[in-house]
Nanobody, 116 residues
Framework: QVQLVESGGGLVQPGGSLRLSCAASGFTFSRYSMYWLRQAPGKGLEWVSRISTGGGRTYYVASVKGRITISRDNAKNTLYLQMNSLKSEDTAVYYC?????????WGQGTQVTVSS
């Protein structure tokens, strides 16, 4: 059974940090490009970051560059998103997404709320 389970979300003050995790099971994690996306209240789904299968290439949406780092541990079948200098506009449900060819899997999401 394929599963992607996000964790690590929560309430944090502006300027704070969070580390999201996405634990994968039921498929060959190392073959999949991995993504983080988010959906803010009342808005559509936004692509945040991508990492290649081996972790050597990473990509970010302009609004998070320099503040957010994507990484993966293929030995642990886990994807991470280190978020620093958080802003109120980072408030959203964050989803991890695995893509390989025509296959795509999604997690259930984890809520990140940035507020004082």
């Amino acid at each position: 059974q394929v599963q992607l389970v996000e964790s690590g979300g929560g309430l944090v003050q502006p300027g704070g940090s969070l580390r999201l995790s996405c634990a994968a099971s039921g498929f060959t994690f190392s073959r999949y490009s991995m993504y983080w996306l988010r959906q803010a209240p009342g808005k559509g789904l936004e692509w945040v970051s991508r990492i290649s299968t081996g972790g050597g290439r990473t990509y970010y949406v302009a609004s998070v560059k320099g503040r957010i780092t994507i990484s993966r541990d293929n030995a642990k079948n886990t994807l991470y998103l280190q978020m620093n200098s958080l802003k109120s506009e980072d408030t959203a449900v964050y989803y991890c997404n695995a893509v390989y060819g025509g296959l795509a899997y999604w997690g259930q999401g984890t809520q990140v709320t940035v507020s004082s």
